[in-house]
């Protein structure tokens, strides 16, 4: 009887493998999907995939095995499926990683990574033909690697995270009128994937819960899947969270082979948890008449401890600061997350503050606060308006700006913490840990990367103003992130920047910055070039040899070219563990972007390509460069221009930040 038993379980599971397959989840009350990671299901219903958490994955899988291939040619069949799905997290303007709909061989991914891997792959597998793997990626990160279009696009993905096929993520209304969608707004949308077996061809279609399904898909792809996808596959769903903490919800589910996926009643899906909510203690609901008595007290009490503090936390707060929302940072949080502003948290000294690490009461989240003093509001309000516009970059080559505060004397700039520290520690003073070649290409090529967002992938052109080595911060992975957006300035596209008070570091200014007080990319590339010399070389742009002579760095390396013998002047800590190849390039580039003719340095698109080896270098002997005419004098630049040192640079310049003209923040423009 037990044979008859398990024979008659194995005939069950082969029809269901063998016939079309077809389910539907208007909420997850009932269902029995597999599930891993932190996925779970929520009490009233809701596949929460990932939950307030960071570097996490989450999956969930349709329980039994789908055959997707017809016995008589081999050939994919025709499916669809549609889902509802709704993106939220802690810090606003800012989210975790997206979500995949994914087919997969296996139920689980047990070796993919979170983060820009979204759960689907890790380093040694992305990429390789033996995944036989699809799949739909909500991605809401930019990720270079995987040559993202930007930070809110819907992608195709055939055993790789770089996307056969993108687009920004929207729909087209009735009348064929294109409509953005943000994928990390908070709010359900509806997803509708569709193969057709014949035509070979994948629809993606995407619409807000409330919009009927639009005619015009918003992604179309002709793909043949039959050499991707094994005859029985499994499905379901891929999501990782990055260093924001994010909650990816599915509310609802429809799935079918050979044929069309049933529609989800809307109306039966369950309700997302609503924006802003917080848990109702159960101290509030037990303890009810306890707290009524002690009410009175605690509020007696309240009142002469926020009398004592007013004045300690008090905050400027002017009327056009409302707008701004949670850009705005309360300094006694700020106060609390770094202890006070205690000396052992302090990270850094530079010309323009002080920077301590916090860790922020309540999201525990790590953030590097930057205390800058200003004297004056003039043009205070514009300055505040861009620091939050910058706020809005997302890169990986970037120290995300969180925000700012504003109070009394002092105006406090919060950024992402970055684990490993400022690049400069790594160069100078006889660091611990040495960098080697590898690391410090991959550094430059970084900073090459975020740079070239800031001029020409972003909506407006950011100059930043204050590339250097010092201001390059490297995160857990020795990736460097260019970092310090507060002298940064903004214009649209095709503009012409104003000018403004002379602000920068001596030895990375521009010549015609210095004369014009006018920043540009152009200005932005010189100092690139100064910062690409100091860390092939490991000697800043001036540096002292004895103690009365300085040397400014490119004309150093210039001298070395000339002679034929320019890979002499790259770092001795280097040893001999470098790509001869890239080194020279590297040094050469160095040189290029320092040339004294702005129009004479590439742009941040052509670093990209001579670092990436796309395009070769131009021969610099037909530039005609000479000493002269490759760099200013600083000396002859700075003859005139007010120059302020900050206390704790000494004469063998061992700090690297001096500053020209600190008006910006006492109401310069």
């Not at 009490?43 to 958490?53: E, K, M």
């Not at 037990?286 to 002469?304: N, Q, Y």
């Not at 890979?567 to 390039?585: S, T």
Request: with cysteine; hydrophobic share 40%; proline share 4%.
């Amino acid at each position: 009887m037990f044979h008859n038993l398990v024979l008659m379980l194995f005939f069950l599971v082969t029809v269901v493998a063998s016939k079309d397959v077809s389910f539907i989840y208007n909420g997850f009350q009932s269902s029995h999907l597999y599930l891993d990671g932190i996925a779970k299901l929520t009490s009233n219903g809701l596949l929460r995939l990932t939950n307030d958490t960071t570097e996490e994955k989450g999956h969930a899988f349709y329980q039994n095995p789908i055959v997707f291939k017809n016995t008589s040619n081999g050939s994919v069949s025709s499916f669809s499926t549609t889902f509802v799905f709704a993106i939220r997290h802690d810090i606003p303007t800012l989210s975790g990683h997206g979500i995949v709909f994914v087919v997969s061989p296996t139920k689980g991914l047990p070796y993919s990574l979170p983060s820009q891997y979204l759960g689907l792959f890790n380093k040694s597998n992305n990429g390789k033909s033996s995944n036989h793997v699809f799949g739909v990626e909500l991605d809401t990160i930019v990720s270079s690697e995987f040559n993202d279009i930007n930070d809110n696009h819907v992608g195709i993905d055939i055993n790789d995270l770089s996307s056969v096929s993108s687009t920004p993520a929207g729909y087209y209304d009735n009348n064929g009128q294109w409509k953005n969608l943000t994928l990390f707004s908070g709010y359900p949308m509806q997803v509708w994937i569709e193969y057709d077996g014949e035509k070979k061809k994948i629809d993606v279609t995407l619409a807000p819960i409330n919009v009927v399904k639009p005619k015009q898909p918003l992604l179309s792809f002709v793909k043949d899947l039959s050499p991707i996808l094994h005859n029985s596959m499994y499905v379901g769903f891929s999501s990782a969270t990055g260093t924001v903490q994010t909650s990816h919800y599915i509310l609802g589910w429809s799935f079918k082979v050979n044929g069309q996926a049933q529609s989800l009643v809307i109306s039966e899906l369950p309700k997302l948890p609503r924006l802003g909510d917080r848990r109702i203690s159960k101290l509030l609901t037990v303890g009810l008449p306890l707290i009524l008595l002690s009410l009175v007290f605690i509020i007696s009490l309240g009142v002469i401890y926020f009398i004592k503090r007013k004045n300690k936390f008090a905050e400027l707060l002017e009327d056009w600061e409302h707008e701004y929302g949670p850009r705005r940072f309360k300094f006694k949080d700020l106060y609390f997350a770094t202890k006070s502003f205690k000396e052992k948290e302090l990270l850094g000294v530079g010309g323009f503050g002080r920077v301590y690490k916090g860790v922020m009461p309540g999201s525990k989240l790590e953030v590097a606060v930057k205390r800058v003093s200003h004297e004056s509001r003039q043009g205070m309000k514009e300055f505040v308006a861009e620091i939050v516009s910058i706020g809005r970059l997302r890169h990986r080559n970037l120290v995300p700006l969180l925000g700012y505060c504003r109070r009394k004397g002092e105006l406090l700039l919060v950024y992402d913490y970055m684990s490993n520290g400022s690049l400069d520690n790594y160069l100078y003073n006889q660091p611990n840990v040495s960098l080697n070649w590898s690391q410090r290409y991959r550094i430059i090529k970084g900073v090459a990367l975020g740079l070239f967002y800031l001029h020409e992938e972003w909506e407006q052109v950011v100059i930043h103003r204050d590339i250097k080595a010092s201001n390059v911060l490297l995160d857990g992975e020795m990736n460097g992130r260019l970092g310090d957006f507060g002298l940064a300035r903004l214009y649209d596209h095709g503009a012409d920047p104003h000018t403004t008070h002379l602000v920068g570091t001596v030895g990375y200014l521009a010549p015609e910055h210095t004369r014009t007080g006018k920043a540009t990319k152009f200005s932005d590339v010189f100092s690139f070039g100064a910062f690409v010399l100091e860390v092939v070389c490991g000697k800043r742009p001036i540096y002292h040899i004895g103690r009365n002579e300085s040397v400014i760095l490119v004309d150093s390396v210039f001298e070395y070219w000339k002679r034929g013998e320019i890979l002499e002047a790259k770092d001795v800590n280097l040893g001999i563990d470098y790509v001869f190849e890239e080194v020279e390039l590297v040094l050469k580039l160095g040189l290029l972007c320092s040339h004294s003719e702005p129009l004479a340095r590439p742009n941040m698109r052509q670093v990209v390509q001579y670092l990436e080896m796309d395009i070769p270098l131009p021969d610099l002997s037909l530039l005609s460069l000479s000493s002269s005419g490759l760099t200013f004098r600083y000396q002859e630049c700075f003859e005139d221009i007010p120059m302020s040192y900050p206390s704790s640079m000494d004469k063998t310049m061992s700090h690297t930040s001096v500053s020209i003209s600190e008006s910006l923040l006492s109401g310069g423009r």
